[in-house]
């Protein structure tokens, strides 16, 4: 146990791959650097109401036996609890004087999420408005986006808002002095309420035990080294938090004490009561709360609940907190200060938490346009409200918000955002009456449940004889997100009450009502004008319980069928089952199950499966029958959708043929869909190119013959295709080909000449003729055609030798012309030389 506090409270981990990169989060961004923020002040002095505690242990101090929980209530004191931390530290620092410790105090680790060690801005000191926004120079648009916010947006949080600054490394820092505690608060407060618990569980307390995600809430004190707090704002130095103290009696906690750690706990945990997360009083070991990979499920954060701000952070304070810090992979605690608190004040210390937990969770403060950083709220006694993350101390209700009041400076979505942290709890009743929790057949009964949102709907189910019913709805515990609305339902789904009151977070049912099953439809509610006189449900979330007086039911109880159909649409011809295993007797069991469908056929058994072949609603009507001889029906519904018929291509292309470069212009408004429409037009041109659209065009640039194919998709995502060929010609201006060709022996030599036009019998000069004598002599020869197309070409001397002298055309070459030698009208001349006197 010793070894393991050591490692919490001075043995920090330097940074390493098993720090780094954690996986991203929907909806914002990564890589949040923390900011810092303290709430609240308060009137009483530094250390008021309790013995002078800031001393660290001294360094003659003995290691200290663990000291397990006593039989009179299992409690440690205040100084067994201090001294266990501290003095596994003290154990730690001397192991790792003497080098028996593999581990070694260093550099705080990497406190970001979602990326590696970064170099951290080296700004000086704490600077908050112009004089930040000059410091944070070109960097500027980094820290803000680490927010996410814009540089502009950054900027004009720094220079409108004195409380925020920026520390050291770049990280923003909120110094926040919010509202004093009331001047009529007695020392400590006054106590609201009974525990919840035994006292000797009070540092066993879990909201949700068996999450791994966890909200520490630290009240018997703790040694904080190695994290931003240290380096920021005690030159290193560790920062001791002293035990929850209200007595000023450090050495031991008293029965008021534990039992005020139990309210303030209860409090704090109905505010985050919809999310899947431990509000917890037991400690998870370190391990339990840093996130040191992105496959670590077991981490959250710590809230250091003692002392005073003056200990060590140097201004008055009701808490600070690093916003985002939930995840990070150091364990870097929230503070809140009972001293600035009224002296530990249950309502006041509880707000205090909650709105610090929230900052560790991304939130940031609910203000109002143009200069108020923190909304202390609006409403009249008894519906006060204000928001969790604005000043919460003297509302009757506090929410989370998203900032519908008026003026709100802050729109931020703060369920969305707590739940990308921690996500939602599963739905513990279901949202309808076929989904329905059932309590057991009796005169009495009661049954709790937890409200996530707006769009969650908590249905009860219970059996009552004829007579008067009594129903009461009641939200929350000592803290109150909830105000409820309830509807009361006979088993036909017929409305027959409502109930919201308008100045209460409760509701209930007193009135008489037949012999049957009943179903309750809890919800959360808003009240009045969230503007500026309520709230809307947006934050009506949290836990509440019914407890009903009823009429036991005399005789048999009638069964409850609820039928349902997987699935509840489709297109014929659609396969369906239709199940009725949901359906139950609330004082006996259900005997048979029949079935009768809207096609007129009929079957029996628990589940049916079915064809339906035709479109429509097709439905199916469950009767089920206990083994007392009564009988209950319901209907479920299908919706069938007749089977999609494809859609039609086609289309035109104007010019289909023509000389290239040749610009096609195509349009499939001919394309049609009977029983939809057309959704998308994809074209492939068959020369590798594509395109979208009703009426696209597209250029040819080379000759040939290409199929242009358009493909539609209907509605349905049916298709149909269709083709055309597009002729791409050649331009008879700029085809070349050998004209005639004439071949004569003249001064000894051989002489070819050659006349090139193109197809449309136009001489081309400048054309470049290739060609080779064959016979005598045999040689490759060239020329160029003049301004009538003709190229003279001679052959070397024939040195008066007879024979057949040949000359054939290879090849004609000018640039933006095509040679075609299908199209010469010859190619190819010989004639029959004779010796000449002389040689001439």
Not at 336 to 363: C, D, R
């Amino acid at each position: 146990m010793i070894a393991a506090n050591a490692a919490t409270t001075l043995v920090s981990f330097p940074p390493g791959p098993a720090m780094g990169p954690f996986e991203p989060r929907a909806g914002r961004l990564e890589a949040i650097p923390p900011r810092e923020c303290h709430f609240g002040s308060s009137p009483f002095p530094p250390g008021a109401g309790r013995s002078a505690w800031s001393s660290p242990l001294a360094a003659t101090a003995t290691q200290p036996e663990a000291s397990p929980l006593g039989a009179a209530g299992g409690q440690k004191t205040k100084m067994e609890s201090s001294l266990l931390k501290r003095g596994g530290a003290l154990l730690a620092a001397a192991l790792c004087l003497h080098g028996n410790l593999t581990l070694q105090a260093g550099p705080e680790s990497s406190p970001f999420r979602g990326r590696t060690e970064v170099p951290e801005l080296v700004l000086g000191s704490v600077t908050g408005g112009r004089d930040a926004i000059r410091a944070l120079g070109a960097h500027l648009p980094e820290v803000a986006g680490r927010h996410g916010m814009s540089a502009s947006q950054m900027a004009l949080r720094l220079s409108g808002d004195p409380a925020l600054r920026v520390d050291r490394t770049g990280r923003l820092v909120y110094g926040c002095p919010g509202t004093m505690a009331a001047a009529t608060v007695t020392l400590g407060g006054a106590t609201s309420g009974v525990a919840p618990a035994p006292l000797a569980d009070t540092f066993r307390l879990h909201s949700r035990p068996g999450a791994t995600l966890v909200i520490y809430l630290d009240f018997d004190g703790n040694t904080t080294t190695g994290t931003p707090w240290n380096s920021n704002f005690t030159a290193g130095a560790p920062i001791v938090t002293p035990p929850f103290d209200i007595d000023g009696n450090p050495a031991a906690f008293a029965d008021t004490e534990l039992q005020r750690i139990q309210l303030i706990w209860q409090r704090v945990a109905e505010d985050y009561a919809a999310f899947n997360v431990d509000v917890t009083t037991e400690d998870p070991g370190v391990e339990g709360l840093r996130k040191t990979a992105a496959t670590d499920t077991a981490y959250g954060v710590r809230v250091c609940i003692g002392g005073t701000s003056y200990d060590w952070y140097g201004a008055g304070a009701g808490g600070v907190s690093y916003v985002g810090c939930f995840d990070w992979s150091s364990d870097t605690p929230n503070f809140v200060f009972p001293a600035q608190l009224g002296n530990g004040n249950e309502k006041y210390t509880a707000e205090a938490i909650s709105h610090e937990v929230g900052h560790a969770l991304s939130l940031v403060h609910d203000g109002q346009s143009p200069s108020t950083a923190y909304y202390s709220g609006q409403g009249t006694s008894p519906m006060t409200w204000a928001p969790i993350m604005g000043v919460g101390y003297y509302a009757n209700i506090t929410q989370f918000s998203k900032g519908e009041y008026s003026n709100a400076n802050n729109t931020q979505d703060d369920l969305a955002l707590i739940a990308s942290y921690v996500g939602y709890r599963a739905d513990d009743h279901g949202d309808t009456m076929a989904t329905a929790t059932y309590v057991p057949v009796g005169s009495q009964f009661s049954v709790s449940g937890i409200i996530s949102g707006q769009n969650d709907v908590d249905v009860i189910a219970f059996a009552t004889g004829a007579g008067s019913i009594a129903l009461n709805l009641t939200s929350g515990t000592e803290d109150v997100n909830l105000d409820l609305a309830a509807e009361l339902r006979d088993s036909n789904g017929t409305l027959v009450a409502t109930s919201n009151p308008a100045t209460s977070l409760g509701a209930s049912f007193n009135l008489s009502v037949p012999a049957g099953t009943y179903f309750v439809f809890v919800r959360g509610a808003g009240y009045l004008d969230p503007l500026t006189t309520g709230y809307s449900a947006y934050g009506s979330i949290g836990s509440f319980q019914i407890t009903g007086l009823v009429p036991s039911p005399t005789g048999n109880v009638a069964p409850v069928a609820a039928p349902a159909a997987s699935p509840t649409s489709g297109i014929a011809p659609l396969t369906a089952t239709f199940d009725g295993s949901a359906s139950f007797d609330p004082d006996g069991a259900v005997a048979s199950y029949a079935w009768s469908f809207s096609d007129g056929t009929t079957a029996s058994g628990v589940s049916v499966t079915k064809v339906i072949t035709t479109a429509g609603t097709y439905t199916g009507t469950l009767t089920v029958t206990d083994n007392g001889g009564l009988a209950a029906s319901a209907s479920v519904s299908v919706s069938v959708a007749a089977a999609n018929v494809p859609p039609s291509a086609a289309f035109n292309a104007s010019p289909s043929s023509g000389t290239g470069p040749l610009a096609v212009a195509f349009n499939a408004a001919g394309s049609s869909d009977p029983d939809g429409s057309i959704v998308s037009y994809a074209w492939t041109f068959g020369d590798g190119t594509t395109g979208t659209g009703v009426a696209p065009s597209h250029t040819y640039t080379s000759v040939g013959v290409y199929t242009a194919t358009l493909t539609v998709t209907d509605n349905s995502g049916a298709k149909a295709s269709a083709s055309l060929p597009i002729s791409v010609l050649q331009d008879p201006t700029k085809v070349i080909r050998v004209q005639s060709l004439a071949l004569a022996v003249v001064s000894g030599r051989g002489r070819a000449t050659v006349k090139v036009t193109n197809l449309s019998g136009s001489p081309v000069s400048g054309v470049a003729v290739s060609g080779k004598w064959g016979g005598i002599p045999s040689a490759n020869a060239s020329g160029t055609t003049d301004s009538t197309g003709t190229a003279t070409i001679a052959s070397s001397p024939l040195n008066n030798k007879k024979g057949t002298l040949t000359f054939t055309v290879t090849g004609l070459g000018k640039s933006g012309f095509t040679y075609d030698p299908t199209k010469n009208l010859v190619g190819s001349v010989s004639i029959q030389a004779a010796a000449t006197v002389g040689g001439k």
